[in-house]
């Protein structure tokens, strides 16, 4: 199951698709037009978006390329109702990932969700280890260890941390976080993301009081940093992602 966030204002459409992909067992979110779609692929995190283009208040190529300059990969599927390439190429450069022109087949339309959503589950598993100065963390294993001493991080640790690795040295902030990590149905405070930041903080970095890698970033969230040493991989720390 997957989340996928349809923003298209039109009402028969956008119901249309919410019916077709809750078929198949996703769970949907809809928005009916660009302003709203824009705040819930912010805030709701799905697994890929249906956008179509002619949308009010903000439209679809506007929309996608401002996702993209905020740092946000979620795969996009735009839906043109124009057939000209201008407008696919428009699109594509956003950075849509795929288009599709309306009307169109819904067995192509799921059979392209099916693609991009398996494009973004084998980037989701490509990263597994990233190292944070002295300290190695193995997400596939859900280890973590400094040289010898194994670091016992929770669950919820890891999930924060990995989190972190997939903005790469973006922004989480700390609803994000609830929502991945706590869910919709627990009730938990921003509070609770804080002190479960200074428990991850207590375990991998150096010196806590003054983290070098997991950073506040005032009123908004976390975000990470990597080293950056002569001869050792990356400024985000040696990740391995599908990037
Ligand atoms: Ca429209």
């Known amino acids: 199951m997957s989340r996928i966030l349809v923003i298209e204002d039109e009402f028969a459409m956008r119901h249309a698709l919410e019916d077709l992909l809750t078929s198949q067992g996703h769970r949907v979110i809809t928005a ?21 283009v002619m949308l009010p208040k903000v439209d679809g190529f506007t929309l996608a390329a401002e996702l993209r300059k905020t740092g946000c990969k979620v795969p996009i599927l735009l839906l043109t109702a124009r057939g000209g390439v201008d407008d696919r190429v428009t699109g594509l450069d956003a950075g849509a990932d795929d288009y ?6 819904p067995q192509e339309l799921l059979a392209r969700v099916r693609a991009l959503l398996r494009r ?15 300290v190695d963390v193995d997400f596939i294993r859900q280890t973590a260890r400094r040289g010898v001493e194994t670091l016992h991080l929770t669950p919820k640790e890891f999930a924060m941390l990995r989190m972190l ?11 994000q976080f609830l929502d991945a990590i706590w869910g919709y149905n627990a009730f ?3 509070r609770t993301v804080d002190t479960h930041m200074a428990g991850l903080r207590a375990k991998v970095e150096e010196d806590p009081a003054q983290p070098r890698h997991l950073l506040t970033v005032h009123g908004t969230g976390y975000r990470l940093v990597g080293d950056s040493r002569p001869g050792e991989a990356g400024g985000e720390g040696e990740r391995v992602d599908g990037a």
């Open 165 to 175: 690795v997939e903005a790469r040295g973006g922004v989480v902030t700390r609803e």
């Open 120 to 134: 973004v589950e084998r980037a989701g598993a490509l990263v597994e280890r990233v190292r944070l100065g002295e």
């Open 100 to 105: 599709l022109a309306k009307p169109f087949d």
């Open 32 to 52: 009916a037009d660009g302003a709203i779609g824009l705040e819930r692929a912010r805030t709701e995190r799905p697994d890929l978006v249906l956008l179509d």
């Open 188 to 190: 938990p405070t921003t």
